[in-house]
């Protein structure tokens, strides 16, 4: 039967890389790379490399595709994320069917974790309910931007007892949750933390975590978001693109 692995590669440095994911990626035939807009040749190459660098018998294919891009235009976030989850389920089956033989071994490789703000599983679960391709798939844990973040700046995410939030830059556009007094935000293309005026709030916040252009800051939201602003504004206009990721902490502990 074919077999599909899902292996979470970490966010950036190729030393992230599990051992569990170094046996995964021996085990694999054909990789699925799939391009994802302006950052797609930084990524793509880091996957390549991943591959070059630990798998032992480089007999493996590699098949890239590009992704259908999502419709950003609508106003209805959710109904047009699932209207381009419909679309790569398709493009993901017929990879699946007419790629990958009877007995062979496909690869998603999906950055950080695959648990986290990622689509493959999703899709994965959609191409089983249509049907029309049979396979066993196996997922590999990845160190997520976000355990990357956290020991970047030598921090724990929770405060005593308390829970940590996780969440998108889109949603705390209108403040932080009253209840969570650590806040970490992924997928933030405005710096919506500029809208936080509440003096007591600290800010971890890394770019390219992991990469050889990381960039890191933290302090006094309310002290440092300027400078955030402005280092992130000059990176994405040097590189072309940037990803980041942010821990906001209400402090409780004394
Ligand atoms: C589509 S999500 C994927 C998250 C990924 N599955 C993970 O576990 O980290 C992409 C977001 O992850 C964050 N991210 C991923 N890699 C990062 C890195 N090396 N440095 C900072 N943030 C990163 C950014 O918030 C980015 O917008």
């Known amino acids: 039967m074919r077999k599909i692995f899902v292996i979470g590669i970490g966010a950036g440095n190729p030393d992230y890389v599990t051992v569990q994911a170094i046996n995964a990626l021996n085990e694999v035939d054909v990789f699925f790379i799939m391009d994802k807009g302006r950052e797609k040749e930084d990524l793509v190459r880091l996957r390549k490399e991943i591959c070059e660098r630990y798998i032992k018998d480089k007999t493996y294919r590699t098949i890239e595709t590009t992704d259908p891009p999502r419709d950003r235009a609508t106003s209805s976030y959710e109904p047009a994320v699932r209207a381009w989850h419909d679309q790569r389920a398709g493009i993901y089956e017929r990879l699946i069917r007419e790629e990958l033989g009877e007995d062979e071994c ?49 921090v724990a995410l929770n405060q ?57 800051a933290a302090g006094n939201l309310q ?23 942010y821990l906001l902490r209400r402090s409780k502990e004394q």
């Open 223 to 245: 002290d440092v978001m300027a400078d955030i602003e402005k280092m992130r504004r000059e990176a994405k206009r040097r590189k072309g693109w940037i990803m980041d990721t």
């Open 160 to 216: 005593i007892g308390r829970p940590v939030h996780i969440t998108t830059g889109r949603r705390i556009a209108d403040g932080l949750p009253d209840e969570a007094d650590d806040v970490v935000v992924m997928l933030d293309a405005n710096c919506s933390f500029a809208a936080i005026d509440d003096p007591d709030v600290e800010i971890y916040w890394g770019a390219y975590i992991g990469t050889e252009d990381e960039i890191v």
């Open 106 to 154: 496909g690869a998603f490789l999906v950055w950080g974790d695959p648990s986290l703000y990622d689509s493959t599983l999703r899709i994965i679960d959609q191409i089983i309910e249509r049907g029309a391709v049979a396979f066993e798939y196996e997922v590999i844990p990845g160190i997520s931007a976000i355990q990357a973040l956290a020991a970047r700046h030598r």
